[in-house]
């Protein structure tokens, strides 16, 4: 299916280690959002964002080449790409992770958007950035210049952080499975109220509740043929509802229907990514 929706993914690209089987997967927030939008028929799908000089960041590129994700506007500077080291729970197929070099050099340098940067930005429909991007001081520039933005929180972040960047927002992600469903609620509203237009929260097993500031959606998971590894699930999730319920916007149907069919649509993309080893392939052996 294609898409008429043109979308950045700005931030992180790491390695995720597999330590049990040695096994190196291209990884990060932005990156996996702008793969699943390229999988899912985008008209266009991008990554931004600062490349290492290691085999690890020679891993991600070409990976990224071969799926066809348009790289034009991301720096490859000297150093060590960012990595993670993970291993797989054999009985449920969750990810653990077991550390992380903090983004390597990406964390170091970060990306400034200049005014040709912006120019490029503005040809989006959406971008898309998250918790560990280190992109944070950069969304008030893609604001300015009208792109919505969408973001992903983490399990870390602190309500001053929700304070700073929620406002900065359209589409606000998070994880909500390590507290109970009336919290959730509560949390969506009061992250609703900073500002953004549309906000989802991730339970695990029990799927999703999403608030568009006047009405709760409720979406349960969708059945896994096979599960594999449940990385990437929640990137797979936001992904596949972003792209589908902008289309939608595009052709003036969004609202609340377009967002019931967006969140079915997403929650079958993410059980299909949980078939798949490091959510969408292109492993590599290393020593």
């Given at each position: ?11 992180d690209n790491v390695v995720d280690k597999y330590e049990h089987i ?101 040809g989006f429909d959406l971008v898309h950035s998250g918790n560990y991007?280190?992109?944070?001081r950069e969304l008030p520039k893609i604001k300015a210049a009208g ?141």
């Amino acid at each position: 299916m294609a898409y008429q929706v043109k979308v950045l993914g700005f931030g992180d690209n790491v390695v995720d280690k597999y330590e049990h089987i040695k096994t190196m997967y291209p990884g990060g927030n932005a990156v996996n959002f702008a793969v699943f939008a390229k999988k899912l028929g985008a008209e266009r799908s991008a990554y931004m964002g600062i490349f290492g000089s290691d085999k690890e960041a020679e891993h991600v590129i070409a990976s990224l080449q071969e799926e066809g994700v348009e790289l034009v506007k991301c720096k490859q500077v000297i150093g060590e790409n960012g990595a993670a080291r993970v291993t797989v729970n054999p009985e449920n197929g969750d990810r653990i992770f077991l550390g992380s070099n903090e983004g390597g050099i990406r964390g170091d340098m970060l990306y400034a958007l200049d005014r040709f940067s912006i120019e490029y930005v503005k040809g989006f429909d959406l971008v898309h950035s998250g918790n560990y991007c280190f992109t944070e001081r950069e969304l008030p520039k893609i604001k300015a210049a009208g792109v919505p933005i969408s973001f992903d929180f983490s399990d870390d972040s602190t309500d001053e952080y929700y304070e700073r960047i929620a406002p900065l927002v359209d589409y606000a992600f998070m994880s909500c499975s390590d507290i109970s469903k009336e919290e959730t609620y509560e949390k969506l509203k009061k992250v609703s109220a900073l500002g953004p237009k549309f906000v989802c929260a991730s339970r695990g097993d029990e799927g999703c509740i999403a608030y568009d500031g006047s009405e709760f959606y409720v979406q349960g998971i969708k059945p896994v043929e096979n599960m594999v590894d449940t990385m990437a699930a929640g990137d797979s999730l936001l992904t596949a509802f972003l792209v589908n319920y902008l289309a939608r916007e595009k052709e003036g149907k969004g609202g609340p229907e377009a967002i019931r069919e967006s969140l079915d649509l997403a929650a079958g993309f993410a059980a299909n990514t949980c078939g798949l080893a490091g959510s969408w392939g292109h492993g590599k052996v290393y020593e």
